[in-house]
């Protein structure tokens, strides 16, 4: 081969070099690119997975990276939004909302006093119980109301001569400070007496009537007194009262608490 033809041959090599360089550099950019709506920094990962062919694990996080800033926020509420959704239903739904967010829990419902006007009372003889320990009944006829924990009782010959009137001991200690409670409409509450609980000799005869204020407050009047005569006339000697139960039997249990003289 002469000096010319390797020239020619050298000559024609360059330019096929040339022209594959050129061929690669033109693809090169295309490829590289960013697809529209991505990141610069998202497209680099995705061409260097593209470069390795069947890398399709690699491929998936970029595509997500990419795209999870626009579909996240619209399938999944921000912690913000269940917060605000929570408020919402509490203050809308009530019960709903305090069911779902203790936070948003119904406030307790509130009763007025109950009225003694409304207030039933009479005697309840408990069988098997002597005539010394009378039950007091008092049936809700108004609506559910809050009653005090005992009611006020006087002991008296007749309802015209308080003039030897007495008063029984109550509870005392925790009993004694019970706070009202609900009186539901319709429902009967009772409250146990025992007019000589120690039997004594030297009692006072000649007892007729319990007055009895059903639901006694500083408004209490002469009005709210309603008189229970008793079957016979009693011998009295220190006197119980004890605090409302729901049946009559609690109420006589509730009688050993009552050890103290009324202030």
């Known amino acids: 081969m002469n000096r010319l033809n390797s020239i020619a041959l050298l000559a024609g090599g360059a330019l096929v070099a040339v022209a594959a360089t050129g061929c690669a550099s033109s693809a090169k950019p295309a490829a590289a690119s960013p ?9 680099a990962p995705s061409t260097t ?39 919402n239903s509490g203050s809308s739904g009530g019960s709903n909302g305090g069911s779902t967010g203790g936070s948003n829990a119904a406030a307790p419902v509130s009763h007025p006093a109950c ?4 207030l039933n009372a009479s005697l309840f ?15 809700n006829t108004g609506p559910t109301c809050m009653i005090n924990a005992i009611p006020y ?14 008063r029984p001991l109550i509870p005392g200690g925790a009993a004694g400070t019970a706070q009202p409670s609900t009186f539901l409409s319709g429902t009967t509450l009772y409250a146990a007496v025992d007019l000589d609980p120690g039997s004594a000799s030297g009692n006072s005869a000649g007892y007729s009537y319990l007055e009895v ?7 209490s009047s002469g009005k709210d007194v309603q008189d229970l005569q008793l079957p016979n006339s009693m011998n009295v000697s220190g006197p119980k009262l004890g605090v409302y139960a729901t049946n009559p039997s609690n109420a006589l249990n509730a009688l050993q608490y009552s050890t103290t003289p009324e202030s």
């Open 35 to 43: 697809a529209a709506g991505s990141s610069t920094t998202a497209a």
């Open 49 to 87: 997975t593209s470069a390795a062919p069947g890398n399709a694990s690699s491929s998936a996080p970029a595509g997500g990276s990419s795209s999870s800033p626009a579909g996240g926020s619209s399938s999944a509420p921000a912690t913000g939004a269940t917060s605000s959704t929570g408020s």
């Open 115 to 118: 009225d003694n006007a409304k």
């Open 125 to 139: 003889q408990d069988q098997g119980q002597p005539p010394t320990n009378p039950i007091i009944a008092v049936k």
């Open 153 to 166: 009782l006087w002991i008296v010959k007749s309802p015209t001569d308080a003039s030897d009137e007495l």
């Open 213 to 219: 204020t059903a639901n006694p407050t500083k408004d």
